[in-house]
């Protein structure tokens, strides 16, 4: 775009933004003829998808702001109404990120002003609890301002429909098309209010529904460090493991308050290097029997336990193995599920259960979706176990689960891994992990990924690679995606890039088989070096 036009398009957006403090920001860029950053931010818009919107806040079109939210709830209130929504309710909630009041607040204002009707919770609130408020008020849909784990600079918009389940293609594609037609601003009626702030009874409602997750008498004995990890946690998950007997969580004072600069971590997701540091310095103080994390919006959960004399996070995929054995030893009926790019343990237990299973494409939007769901998981911490209650993920009863499974194993003097050791015998040991590769430059993504389709790889760690698939093709089972998974004797290589970062992702698998307990150690052996070996030679396959 030549620099007159780009600058006169800076100028008709700053002559409608409604915030001032990106009108200042955008004003003071024109003024001192920044134009690569202006071309950075009117060098496209963000794209709304299945994840809805996520990116750096600022002005213009490639950022999240103010006018870029309006269009988005003005884009999703006109699909609403083209599919018979005319006067249904839309429940908005929002983190504690930086905007995410205003963002809500405004998406209150377009559904009211298009005839909707709007709630908006009333105060920054986990996730799931939103998710269960669509359900629970019987709402046509429902929006969660958050960007979840992604950096302080970053917000974002994630849509749900009336099923309590987010957004899945064609209706992403639909909505999309309707942001694309708000062609001003002027155009998008706001009013000044006339939408309901709710009050704690939804809350209220979702704690009581936390306690239909564990059986009454279940041992609550185990106790937890708990880090919120600056988010929106905290007060909710206190509420609900004191309605549920189990001891107060030791805090992690410094990450236990919402603060949207997330001071102590570079990234604030339990599984950046570094995260729980703090976590595992206040396990090492109190000896807990567990360590409990969730994100900022508190849709996932993590976990660490001791091993040996130090601390230790459990892989997401190990999480969903305990949490899946824990179900079944409880007598749970119905389908486990879990995305494709999760350990295949998961099938292992449910079909020694005799329990229906199966794989889906990655994220909640589609493990949701599972006809008769009664479980669910995928390995980037993302558990769900109540799907009656939240139809996506929940970081809260997640976390209740696996402190009464710790409690349970703490009466019968063992751990939760020796559980974990005793499903390696019974199933062969699963071992994951993940070659994650941030990029500032998106060609790097789309170069790996070009490379890989054009000359694929025959063998990885010394193993002949025995099926290549091409998933944008599509599977019997999947629906078309960006990503491509290589079956190897005894191993798995999935790659895909991200949905909601800028990263390039490599899942990995070796499932090696176990006599007995005692085989163990050289069996974890084998397969750190089978894993070593299959993150260098796909890294070089990729050219990454």
């Not at 249904?88 to 909630?93: F, H, K």
């Not at 098309?177 to 708000?182: N, Q, S």
């Not at 540091?277 to 976990?303: G, M, Q, S, Y």
């Not at 892989?315 to 879990?338: I, K, P, S």
């Amino acid at each position: 775009m030549q620099d007159d036009a780009l600058i006169a398009q800076a100028q008709a957006w700053l002559a409608e933004d409604p915030d001032p403090d990106t009108r200042e920001e955008l004003a003071r860029l024109i003024d001192t003829g920044d134009h690569a950053e202006i071309a950075a931010r009117f060098g496209g818009t963000l794209q709304f998808g299945t994840a809805g919107l996520r990116g750096e806040l600022g002005a213009g079109p490639m950022r999240m702001n103010r006018s870029v939210v309006i269009r988005a709830a003005a884009g999703l209130a006109a699909y609403l109404r083209k599919n018979g929504h005319t006067d249904g309710l839309v429940v908005i909630g929002y983190d504690a990120r930086h905007k995410s009041r205003d963002f809500a607040e405004d998406t209150a204002a377009v559904m009211t002003g298009a005839g909707l009707r709007a709630a908006v919770l009333n105060r920054p609130l986990p996730t799931p609890v939103l998710a269960f408020a669509i359900r629970h008020l019987g709402a046509v849909a429902g929006v969660e301002v958050t960007a979840s784990h992604n950096p302080p600079r970053d917000n974002g918009y994630k849509v749900y429909l009336g099923d309590g389940s987010q957004i899945v293609p064609p209706a992403d594609a639909e909505i999309a098309a309707e942001i694309g037609a708000v062609a001003s601003l002027t155009t998008v009626p706001r009013p000044a209010g006339g939408w309901e702030t709710l009050d704690d009874t939804v809350l209220d409602a979702y704690l009581a529904r936390t306690d239909a997750v564990l059986p009454k008498g279940s041992p609550r004995t185990a106790r937890t460090v708990y880090t919120a990890m600056h988010g929106v946690g905290k007060d909710v998950l206190l509420a609900a493991f004191e309605r549920a007997g189990f001891p107060q969580p030791v805090l992690v004072a410094e990450q236990a308050d919402p603060d949207p600069e997330f001071p102590t971590v570079a990234f604030p997701n339990p599984e950046e290097p570094g995260a729980m540091d703090l976590a595992f310095a206040k396990a090492r103080e109190t000896d807990p029997d567990l360590v409990i994390a969730n994100d900022p919006d508190a849709d996932r959960c993590a976990a660490a336990v001791k091993d040996g004399t130090d601390w230790r996070m459990l892989r997401g995929d190990e999480v969903g193995a305990l949490l899946a054995a824990h179900l079944v030893r409880r007598g749970a009926t119905g389908t486990f599920a879990e995305s494709i790019v999760s350990s295949s343990l998961l099938g292992r237990i449910a079909e020694k259960a005799g329990l229906p299973y199966e794989e889906t494409l990655t994220g909640f939007k589609w493990i949701a979706r599972v006809e008769g769901l009664r479980y669910g998981y995928e390995e980037a911490l993302g558990y769900c176990v109540d799907p009656d209650g939240v139809r996506d993920k929940d970081g809260i009863t997640a976390a209740l689960l696996l402190t009464e499974l710790a409690s349970e194993l703490k009466a019968e003097g063992r751990t939760l891994l020796d559980l974990l050791d005793d499903l390696a015998v019974e199933h062969g040991l699963h071992v994951t992990d993940q070659l994650s590769v941030r990029v500032e430059d998106l060609s790097v993504i789309t170069g790996a990924m070009r490379r890989l389709r054009e000359r694929p790889p025959t063998r990885l760690a010394a193993l002949p690679i025995t099926r290549a698939e091409d998933l944008a093709r599509g599977t019997d089972a999947l629906p078309p995606t960006d990503g491509l998974r290589y079956a190897l004797d005894g191993a798995r290589v999935i790659v895909r890039p991200s949905g909601t970062e800028p990263k390039l992702k490599c899942y990995l698998e070796v499932v090696v088989p176990v006599g007995t307990h005692a085989d163990l150690p050289a069996a974890r052996a084998r397969a750190a070096g089978l894993l070593a070996a299959l993150k260098g030679d796909f890294a070089a396959a990729a050219g990454l």
